[in-house]
């Protein structure tokens, strides 16, 4: 094969990787609302009790975090997972701060007993965490 021949094969090839790149779509779980989602529990302080917040407050709204646990081999529900989940609810009704009432750790056979909904049902154990969400006022005028 002589030179021209290389450079043309070159050239061809070069043509071909870089049309077949150029029409490709890359999709990611990359969102906006994925990372506002995931962070939003850390701008929900928690508080110990109302007497602990320092500034001006408004009681937003009872919120509640659940914890299952599917399957009898599987990780027991976590107080730090509901909690997190009630921290969620919260931010998602505008609030920055929680105060929490109580964490019930209810088995298999206390959830069949309560009037919960089918997904709690299909838990071997549950974990539900209880809160008051709050709007402080965090600005010092």
């Known amino acids: 094969m002589n030179n021209r021949t290389h450079h043309i094969i070159l050239i061809l090839l070069f043509i071909f990787f870089t049309s077949s790149c150029s029409n490709r779509y890359v999709s990611t779980n990359l969102d906006k609302e994925n990372f506002s989602r995931y962070f939003s529990p850390s701008k929900v302080k928690i508080y110990q009790s109302e007497s602990d917040i320092q500034d001006r407050y408004q009681f937003i709204g009872i919120v509640e975090g659940q914890d299952c646990q599917v399957k009898a081999h599987h990780a027991?529900?976590?107080?730090?997972?509901?909690?997190?989940?009630?921290?969620?609810?919260?931010?998602?009704?505008?609030?920055?701060?929680?105060?929490?009432?109580?964490?019930?750790?209810?088995?298999?056979?206390?959830l069949a007993k309560q009037s919960m909904s089918n997904d709690a049902k299909q838990c071997h154990a549950l974990v539900i965490c209880y809160g008051k969400a709050y709007s402080v006022d965090t600005n010092n005028e």
Do not use: G, M, W, Y
């Open 76 to 110: 027991a529900p976590d107080k730090i997972n509901a909690r997190t989940q009630a921290r969620q609810e919260a931010h998602a009704l505008h609030a920055n701060a929680i105060v929490f009432s109580s964490c019930a750790l209810l088995s298999q056979a206390q």
